[in-house]
């Protein structure tokens, strides 16, 4: 993991450990099994991180699917048939090396020794600790070993997926038959993938349970290098269009050491995190690797036959490979901001408002005299368009600093004067300006705002 202070790179503006809190504060995100005592690097979404994920994915569908004629979408198992890792390479490379402490007892990776805490007082790194006491290392499979069936024994070995991308080659021959696709094309899915990392934490940047978003676009084997240098920047002004600020992002490409044993370019997208610059998505150019694997280990054809120039060929692969709960982290970190309203400290997530868990919330300026009920409808009306929200209880500014941690870009409030003529308060999150419109007008000048391109206001303080 690389760090921010070699690169002139702006430095971290908040802290991993403010956002943890404000995402538990406000029921985004809480640590797995937290009455037994938690259980290691599982995490549980709460109601406002679901919503949010739920827009990250729904993103993601838009611009691989929505907004393109050229990928189709899978949904494939989590079990698949165990040669599957071996044809993959993973049952074999799949590897982290790892040492173990022989003093402290704690297991750490070997080449990840400065990420580490000893678990000597005072801590250290393991290896700089005199007490310390480590082995020499040896390699460590990151699948997940289950059983399939009631015998348990070694024919009944399964795996759970340690990523989504074979689902999508086992695939190759049914999206050829039944989409009758021509090379460039894609297959995307989003699911969960498994791995039983040894260095977890950062909260929900590494875990062992996560999700990812992956792409396989097959080419014609002399264009695999434009196409990886396409999804590259494709993927990259997926990011920004969502409001991620451009100089917090890079690319970075991996060096002969680094590349995984499918891949013979691999590019991450990293982000400036509070820990420094970490990955957030890799593209790689994985070549016919798993087309040519799995047809040997299947016996099964994987090719494309090109009726034009009457030869077969096996396409190459670019793969853009994103992680939902790693692009959610990025979209908090990137939005959180505080600044100050009337002499009291606010903190806010400026988040675009598609990416925003709640769009709009509806607010009665105080609980009486005809508001709630007025105010009910208006909500009632805006929820038939977008996830809205209805608050009456507490003062006005509480309630929109509970949405403006939540990353809510506008405000309803109904007063008085919506009952004499019609109109209410719009606030937005970003600017605090408070207009005056017709409730009548408010769900389509929400759409209208809701399609409109957002920027960060952090980059016009920059
Ligand atoms: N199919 C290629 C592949 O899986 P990867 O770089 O290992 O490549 C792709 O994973 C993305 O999945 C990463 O960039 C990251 O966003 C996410 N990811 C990988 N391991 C993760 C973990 N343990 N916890 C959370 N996200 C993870």
């Not at 044809?87 to 402290?104: E, I, K, N, Q, W």
């Not at 036959?305 to 990025?330: I, K």
Request: charged share 30%; net charge negative.
């Amino acid at each position: 993991m690389g760090d921010s202070s070699d690169t002139g790179a702006p430095p971290a503006e908040v802290s991993l450990e403010e956002v943890v809190a404000l995402c538990k504060r406000r029921g985004f995100v809480f640590p797995s099994s937290e009455i037994y005592g938690g259980v290691g690097s599982t995490y549980d979404y709460g109601h406002y991180g679901v919503l949010l994920k739920n827009n990250v994915k729904n993103e993601w569908w838009r611009a691989m699917i929505q907004e393109r004629d050229d990928i189709v979408a899978l949904d494939s198992a989590i079990i698949q048939h165990p040669k599957v890792w071996e044809a993959s390479g993973h049952l074999a490379g799949f590897t982290d090396p790892l040492v173990d402490c022989r003093t402290c007892k704690l297991r750490f990776r070997a080449d990840k020794l400065e990420d580490s805490a000893c678990g000597r007082k005072p801590s250290k790194h393991p290896g700089e600790h005199s007490e310390c006491d480590l082995t020499e290392p040896r390699q460590f499979n990151l699948m997940f070993e289950t059983h399939v069936g009631p015998v348990k024994d070694d024919a009944s070995i399964a795996y759970l997926r340690p990523e989504t991308a074979q689902g999508i080659f086992i695939n190759f021959k049914n999206v050829l038959s039944f989409a009758r696709r021509k090379p460039p094309f894609g297959i995307a899915q989003i699911g969960k993938s498994f791995r039983n990392e040894i260095t977890t934490g950062h909260s929900i940047f590494r875990t062992r349970e996560f999700e990812q978003m992956e792409m396989e676009f097959f080419v014609p084997p002399g264009e695999a290098e434009r196409w990886h240098e396409y999804w590259m920047a494709e993927r990259m002004r997926w990011y920004t269009d969502l409001g991620i600020r451009a100089e917090r992002l890079r690319l970075r490409a991996h060096g002969p050491e680094e590349l995984s044993h499918y891949s013979s370019a691999t590019s991450d997208i990293e982000y400036l995190f509070p820990m420094g610059w970490s990955e957030l998505e890799g593209i790689a150019n994985r070549g016919d690797f798993d087309l040519t694997q799995h047809a040997k280990h299947s016996g099964e054809k994987l090719e494309y036959f090109d009726q034009e120039t009457g030869e077969a060929y096996v396409p190459h692969v670019v793969e853009p490979a994103a992680g939902v709960d790693r692009a959610m982290l990025t979209f908090i970190v990137d939005g959180y901001d505080t600044d100050e309203i009337e002499g009291r400290r606010r903190t806010v997530l400026r988040l675009h408002p598609r990416i925003a868990p709640v769009k709009v919330a509806v607010l009665p300026l105080v609980s009486r005299d005809g508001l709630p009920e007025r105010a009910r409808e208006i909500y009632e009306e805006l929820r038939e368009l977008m996830v809205a929200e209805y608050d009456e209880g507490g003062s006005i500014g509480r309630r929109y600093r509970r949405q403006d941690e939540i990353g809510t870009p506008w405000g309803v409030t109904v007063d008085g004067q919506t009952m004499e003529d019609g109109t209410v308060t719009l606030r937005d999150r970003d600017t605090l300006a408070q207009d005056r419109v017709p409730a009548s007008e408010l769900g389509e000048l929400l759409l209208a705002k809701l399609a409109e391109p957002w920027t960060s206001p952090k980059l016009r303080r920059e």
